[in-house]
């Protein structure tokens, strides 16, 4: 199967040589039933754990009742998803997609028309972070702030400025009247886990009040409990106007989405967006599932523990070996800098039995599903002591 997949897929990932057939919360096992701790979890995606009872019950149940329709009707657990996320959120609509990409594109064309109906054609251009990562699609990408991944895909979309993270001056200096958005993960992940100062992001937001400018926050990632609270935004106390969410929002069904105010979501009107998919009954049914969850069996508080948990013992581990540079996280996102590329650190965590996941070249990054425990972190630490033990 793994040779065939090498034939008949395109290669558009460097894949590991194996096939993973079953999960069961943090464990899953591949074709030769060699067992693994999950520490990539999807990339961020099943933060209640694999085939979590609660989440197979909601899926099962609404595929008996009804797994699709158009959004040319209303879609009752839409709608029950929606007011959970307004609820607990700064916002109070929401656009329903099927990935991060298409919630950026759509954040993008949002903020766009927003700026046009204001202030005329010229107010288009976006402000984006170095070493960002938006998604694939041409928007998205010309979105994202890393040259590597637009290379060889140009002409891009017009209208994108990139800055340096974490630096006000520089978004102080970019923005302008043709400025309409400033968009930012309020953690990056994929670019290594950097982490804001703790005021960076109220200066932004004051910037884009000072100046009429839309900020969005891409909690692709960060959202959904990730970082201990049900967005990442919460721990800096500053509401975006638009958010997008995506990956763990359904736990693994595919799902993006939108959030807004009142007041900017009144630049779309019927015919502006959409999406044959987006919001269909299986996905939201299963929203709605992972929202309550995540809120009423301590999950949130679980990440928070043994987030804190999990960075101190990669903490431990820095103060043993030189050649960790830095060790960063909130909650269960947690990253751990080496002097050198990761990618051979992944592959021998792989051989004893833990996924992890390598991101910008030399960042180890730790993303298990929220309900970890203790034991199985200790596990994981173990493994990489004794991997760097031998490095
Ligand atoms: C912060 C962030 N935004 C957007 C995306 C793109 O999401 P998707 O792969 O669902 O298009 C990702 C994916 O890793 C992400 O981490």
């Not at 972190?377 to 002591?385: E, K, P, V």
Request: charged residues 25%; aromatic residues 8%.
């Amino acid at each position: 199967m793994i040779r065939e997949g090498d034939h008949c897929l395109l290669n558009t990932y460097a894949r590991y040589p194996i096939l993973l057939k079953r999960g069961d919360g943090v464990k899953v096992w591949d074709s030769n039933d060699k067992e693994y701790l999950d520490f990539v979890a999807g990339v961020a995606v099943c933060n209640l754990g694999h085939c979590h009872p609660k989440v197979v019950k909601a899926l099962g149940e609404q595929a008996k009742q009804l797994i699709h329709c158009s959004n040319f009707y209303y879609i009752g657990p839409q709608v029950e998803l929606a007011r959970r996320l307004c609820e607990h959120s700064f916002g109070e609509r929401v656009f329903f997609c099927n990935s991060g990409a298409e919630a950026a594109e759509g954040a993008i064309k949002l903020a766009r028309k927003y700026a046009k109906e204001r202030s005329g054609d010229n107010r288009y251009e976006i402000i984006t972070m170095e070493n960002s990562f938006h998604g694939r699609t041409m928007g998205a990408l010309s979105a994202t702030g890393q040259e590597k991944l637009r290379k060889g895909f140009e002409p891009l979309l017009p209208g994108f400025q990139y800055v340096p993270f974490d630096d006000l001056d520089a978004v102080a200096q970019a923005i302008g009247p043709q400025t309409c958005a400033v968009m930012v993960e309020p953690i990056q992940g994929e670019g290594g886990v950097n982490l804001p100062s703790a005021d960076y992001l109220k200066g932004l937001r004051e910037l884009c009040d000072q100046t009429g400018t839309l900020l969005i926050y891409d909690e692709v990632q960060v959202g959904m409990g990730r970082t201990g609270t049900l967005f990442a935004y919460e721990h800096y106390d500053v509401p975006p106007h638009i958010m997008t969410l995506a990956k763990s929002l359904a736990n693994g069904v595919p799902i993006g989405a939108l959030v807004t105010t009142e007041e900017v979501a009144q630049a779309f009107t019927p015919g502006n967006h959409g999406t044959t998919f987006g919001g269909n009954p299986l996905a939201t049914a299963v929203g709605c599932c992972v929202v309550d969850t995540l809120l009423e069996d301590g999950v949130l508080e679980n990440c928070q523990e043994q987030g804190e948990y999990l960075l101190k013992g990669l903490q431990d581990l820095k103060a043993r070996y030189a050649f960790i540079k830095a060790v960063r996280g909130k909650g269960l996102i947690c990253g751990c800098e080496l002097a050198f590329e990761g990618k051979e650190i992944v592959e021998r965590c792989m051989d004893r039995g833990v996924l992890i996941n390598c991101t910008a070249g030399r960042v180890l990054r730790f993303l298990p599903p929220l309900i970890v425990t203790r034991e199985e972190i200790d596990s994981l630490l173990t493994a990489l002591d004794g991997i760097f033990s031998e490095q």
